[in-house]
Structure formats: structure tokens, C-alpha cells
């Protein structure tokens, strides 16, 4: 099968496979119960440590500081967003640098305004996950530019700490002294000793380096000491040959990913040039700034606090700059950061598994690890700061220009693609996740393909497993070739990491190269290419069954448009097999791991499965909960819409329908059953940009469920084993027959639609509950809203779905395509 040349517009659907996944087990406004918990900073002790090191024995005890005058800032509240903004504006913030010493001072980074769901920066397409990771301010966070004032406020930071918290779940502590064969090889303690002395930056006599204030009267001192200390060690140790630039940063904004108003300034940043750094991103038209240093160009940033203000919240901190260099160098598989006082270092490690910091380490006794600590976070070798060096761009003028990617072919030899340039990439804005990348590239011959990394935890079956048994199937993605175990991030992790602490699972990557397909279906442009791409999928999930393979994860944009330079092939694709399983026949297996899927797509029954006070037997997950699921896309499409590139914007709100869905399994499974039984579709009307066609379609679609939901309650009631098996048997033997009468469904809707005027708006009558958030929920339907979410395309999701145990914090997960 010949690769797809269509071009991949960016989905703005912001649940898929990877928006449920496994990053979905993290909660969405308050941090994991965990750092609540006495038990959350527990220490690993090493292999053969008597004792571990008490940083308290280290630092003053003191209270934490009292919050700074002025406005607190708190957590973005709900207001719609508008369509993407390809080219957002600028303004630029430059603060400047205050050291008493010549030092080098980073160039401010543009801020950017806000973007939609699905942001365009940097080369990168930006789905939205349900994590409420956004902190704005009541005033501006650039109006203080006074250190002593501290411009970010304890409010502001906690806010920040606490989302990152919620993504990466409980970062568990080890001992500090692992840090002494961290980086090893980077330096001998021989030649450490010999630079140290030589440079005269550490008095071996007294133990102590030269020049440190041991009661700094704030951070500027400490930071300016830190800054020129770095910048020596890099200088005479690292071997970066100007590839590295120690810059002061604590007036520098760092704009965030996920809402470009909400910022950092770390205290010290190594600034980076090479294959994997590119400047900030300067939309068309704006200016670039010489030198500038953001998320996107550091190989590592230092924060830099006295010994009194160095608790477990500020280490917790760093966390939320690891996980913007995740977001902007996509190419990471790994990031670290220090914490640095006058006395001790602390390091924050994240990757695809989460994160861990580890207890203090007194720099005075053990000057060698910390130097090996900046030489190792700054290195000029890109695999050792943590990069895939698998993937390289040609940087111009700051500015990734083109780009390749390696991998291996269907015989299993190395292959290098070109990066495409002209179409942005895909990254889910979630860390402990399955962390999906899909890299948009071209083949020899000038066809688009696509590479998708992906990282799954041991438990679950590899993607390609799927992939490779559904080759030649019409209506579903097709794969060329797969690379497996690529890394995997227990071999990330050091010797006395406790592996089998509740929160760590390992994930392993993989790269999968696979056709191209034309853009998610929520980018429909008329109403007949969205019916028309809906039947098909249903025809490869169809098409699916037969080869052996239940999809279980069937959502708006895990359905893409096919090829849109040819009118042969199906109209949609179905893709993502994640979530897949191995069938031999219509079920995919008892359904002991409920939680595939996103409560907006799954079925009544699945979502009765998992109300564990409701005595009923479980019935195996099967091919009628995925076609219920199309039922659901359709409806999304119906009342998530109001015409071509239009969402709806109160779709995701208040008592909206598709609100409803989303809310906790017991209320959504309440308002999918009212719906199902509901005598017609008027109570909650559709937007009339939808034909008459298209509405009879949705009707006849939920008639079609109403009797097949109520045959599996009606088993599922059963008790006797034998007779609900045989119920089900005689339920399954009309399979070929449920997927014919749905497809002919569509096929009279898309008759109905050729027709002249068949598309043409429908006329409505003035009702008074006709706004979605004027609905009057059902006397069965929570009261509850989900009126924080905008718009149509910005849905939540709470559950995983990846094999995790149930006893994991739910996370929020990324949403990529394909």
C-alpha cells in the first residue's frame, strides 16, 4: 500500500487514545493526595548505606516566607478559547540584570499571547490535555522587577508546583549519595582536584568553596556566586567548545506551553546551541531577539534558594521547568535540574515514568559531585543531557530549518527520513504518560509518512502487535515498520531507586512508521465527508473484528479523513491501537481494567461496569460497546458543532449534553440512558446547520443502541452463569447483521444528503430550553457541571486506560494524531 501524500491538519480534539491514557490518572486541580501524606517524601536507602543524610541537619529550620504584598495569583478560570491563532502576538519583557559582576544576562522572551486548544509554536502542535496546569494573574507577573519583592508570589509559584505535581504524580525522594556516580565519567576526582585548586574556586584546607556567603542576605548573592562558579566549571572542565552559555535568568521570562501568560524565570539557565536547540519561537512577523534563552534552547536550569527557603516545595518546583523543556524539545527523553543553596545541591529528575529528587548533598564535603553534577547537565553530548540524538535539525539563525529522523525499515536497516518543515508536529502536553510524539516526515521518493514514539508500560501490548495483523485491512492505518525497545526508563533511574514503589511503572519506547492520512474528523468540511468518514470507520472496525482485533478505543479524533488527493479508498480511517486486544470472536475478554476509553465515548455498559456498588454480573467488553462509542462520535459531531470550523462554545458546559458525558461515571452513565430512552431528539436541540439527514441518522442510531444496551442490562441481571452466556451467544449471532443495519443507516443519510438541498440548514421552532446550558437535566442526572472546560473541541477526561492498577492516581493524557 503506497503512502498517503495528504497533508495532516492538526486535530483540535482534545481527548483521544492519549488525552485518556495513561496520563490521564493525574487530578486536575489539587496535587496528588501523596504530598498530603506523611509518608510521601519517604527516603530509598542504597545498596549498603547504613544511614541516610537528614537534610534538616543541613539547613535552618525557619518558617517559610511569608507571602509578598500584592495580588495572589490563581488558577485560570473557564473562559472560552477562540479559534487557533497561527501567528499570536508579542510583546516583549526585559528585565534587567542587577550582579554586581559582569555576567551574562539572557535576552527577554517574547510572550506570547494566548493560543487555542490546539497551539502552533515552535514547530510544535499542542494538544490540550485535562490537566488544569494554567495559573494566571490578576495583574501582570512582570510588573515587579524587584528581587526583594519577589515578583512571583508564593501563590503563583505553589499554583505552578501543584499542576506539575498532578502530571507527574508523587515524586518520590532517594538518598543524594547516588549522586556521586551520576556522572561519573565526566570528569576524574584527580582532575577535578587539580582544576579546583588551580582555579583557587575551592579551599581544600577549609573545606569550603571560596567566596560562598554562608548567611546570604538574599538569593541575588547566592545566585551571582552560583552564576560565575558554573560558568567556570563548564569553561575550563566541559569541552562545550561555545556550545554552552551559563546565563542568569532570574529576569528572563519563559513563557509556558500550555498558556503562554503563565511564566517562569529560573535563577540560572545553561543556554544551548546544536541539533536539539532552537531558540524561542518568534511568530511571523515578530522580531528575534539576539541571544534569547527560553525552554527550548537550555540543556538544564538551576534554581538557587538560601538554605532557610530550600524545603520540599522549592525542589517540588523544579519540576514545573523539566516539564516545559519536555514540551518544547520534543526530542527529550529525559530532564534534570538542580536545586542549589549555600551548603547543598538537590537534584529533580522526570521522564515518561514521572519523577524523583533525591536528599541534599553537602557541596563543601563532596565538591567533585557537584562539579560532575553541572559538567553532566551541560554537557555538549546530547544523549547525556537526555536527548534522542536520533533526531537532529539543521538550526539557521536560531531557527530549526530542516530536520531527519532515524529509524529502522521493514528489513530492519537503519533509515533516515526528512522531517517536514512545513506542517508541525504532534506532542501531548503530559509527561507520565505514554508521552506519543508523531513526527511528520517524507520518505525517498517524497511521500508523507508518519513516525510515531510512544512509551507503554510492561503490562501492555505493543502497538504494532495490532498493527502488523491488521496490514491490507480496509478502513484502518496501515504500518511499514516498527522499532522496539528503544529505551526504557528503569535504565534512567539509579541503582538504589526503589522499582517497586507504588508509583512507578516502567514504559518502554517504540517507533512505528505509518502511512499519512488526511486531518481528525473534527475538521470536517461539509456535512457529507463527516458522515461519509464515519460509516467508513465503522466499516474498518468491521473490517477490524474479522482479523482478529477489537479497536476499544474508538473517539472523534482516533478517526482521520483518508487520502484527500484521491477519491478511491475509504472516506475515514481508524486508527490508534493502543487500547487494542487480540480477539478470537465478538469480545474482547472479561472486562477486569474498565478504564479504556474516555466517559464521553464509552458505552452505558462499560460505564456501568465500573460502579462497584451496583451487584451485577460482568459482561465481557465487546464489539457493541465500540459501535455505541460511534453513536457518541456522532453525537459529538451533532451537538459539539454548529457548522464547518465552528464549535460550538458552550457544548462543554453547564448542563450541555456532551458536558454531561464527561462528569464522574455515575452521572454520565445516568445521562447516556436518559438519552438512549428518550422518545425523540427534541429536548436537546441540535444546531440547524445539521440537515435534517444528519439528525434522522442520530435518531435511528439511538434507536438502533436502545435495545441492545437494554438486552446486556437485562443479562447482566441474570444469575445464572449458563443462561447468561447462552443470552449473549444468541445476542452475538446477529454481529454481521448490527454492523449491516448501522452502515445502511449512513448510507441512506449520505443518499439524503446527494439530494438537492439535501445538506441545506434545518428550520427549527424557538424553544425554551434550546440553550445547551439552559438544558433541565433529567430527574436520574447529577446537577453537577463541567463548566470549566471550553468549548467543543476541550473535553475532560479522568480515567487510565493502559493496564495501570486502579489504585494509581488518575492521570491526564495527551492527544495526538495519528
Sequence with gaps: MSVSTSKIAVSRVQTRSQTRSDAQRQPTAAPTKSLQNKDSNMTMKPRGSKKIPNTAQMARKVQPRSRPAGKARIPAGSRPRQRRNPHPGVRTNL??????????????????????????????????????????????PHAKDQEGDNEYDEAYLEAQRKSAVADLGEILTVDGSCLQDLYKGTASDRRIKNFLTASSLYDYNTKSWTGVLRAPRDET?????????????IDGLGN????????????????????????????????????????????????RVPNAVGFSNVATVFEVKPDADANEAAVDRLAAYNRQIFFRQLNRLFCRSLLLTETQVRLLH????????????????????FVRLVLGLSSQHEATLGLDSTVQWTIRNGAKVAGTITTVNESGKRIKYQLRMDEPHIVCRVVRSRGTVCWRARDKAGKHIILKDAWRIDEQVPEYVFLDRAKGVAGVTQMFAYEDDRTQTKRFRPECFDFKANEFHNRTMSRVTMACYGSSLDR??????????????IKGHWNLLKAGIMHRDVSMDNILFGDDDSNEGPGGILIDFDMAMVVDGPTAGLLTEYRVGTHLYQSVSVLRHSDQSTRIAPLPRDYLDDLESFLYVLCHLLYGFEGVDLPHPNAFR???????????????????????????????????????????????FRKFILPLSDAKTDIRDTRDPKKRQKLLENLYDELDGHYAAVISMF????????????????????????????ETPSAHRSTSSTSDTDGSRKRKSSDSEDGSPSTKRHRSVDSVSP
Design 350 to 369: 522526570c521522564d515518561r515514568s514521572g519523577a524523583y529528587k533525591t536528599t541534599s548533598v553537602n557541596i563543601h564535603d563532596d565538591p567533585c559531585t
Design 654 to 700: 453547564g448542563l450541555a449534553l456532551l458536558a454531561q458525558w464527561e462528569q464522574d461515571r455515575l452521572s454520565s452513565t445516568y445521562s447516556k440512558a436518559n438519552f438512549l430512552d428518550e422518545t425523540a431528539l427534541s429536548t436537546r436541540p441540535i444546531p440547524p446547520f445539521w440537515s435534517s439527514a444528519c439528525v434522522e441518522l442520530c435518531d435511528s
Design 240 to 287: 562545550v567548545k561555545g556550545t554552552r552559555e551559563v546565563v542568569d535568568t532570574s529576569h528572563t521570562t519563559f513563557a509556558h506551553c500550555e498558556e503562554p501568560t503563565q511564566t517562569s524565570r529560573p535563577s540560572i539557565s545553561v543556554r544551548a546551541t546544536g541539533p536539539s536547540f532552537a531558540e524561542p519561537w518568534v511568530p511571523n512577523g515578530g522580531k
Design 95 to 140: 528585565g534587567r540584570d542587577d550582579s554586581p559582576i559582569h555576567l551574562k544576562v539572557a535576552s527577554a522572551t517574547p510572550e506570547l499571547e494566548n493560543t487555542s486548544a490546539s497551539d502552533v509554536v515552535d514547530g510544535i502542535s499542542f494538544r490540550s490535555s485535562s490537566t488544569r496546569d494554567s495559573v494566571s494573574s490578576l495583574d501582570s
Design 524 to 537: 470536517f468540511t461539509s456535512q457529507r465527508q463527516a458522515i461519509v468518514a464515519l460509516r467508513d470507520a
Design 747 to 774: 448510507d441512506d443519510a449520505i443518499a439524503g444528503l446527494d439530494r438537492p438541498g439535501g445538506d441545506a440548514p434545518r428550520e427549527t421552532e424557538p424553544q425554551i430550553n434550546s440553550s445547551p446550558e439552559q
Design 221 to 233: 548573592q547566592l545566585r551571582v556566586w552560583f552564576t560565575k562558579v558554573i560558568k567556570t566549571i
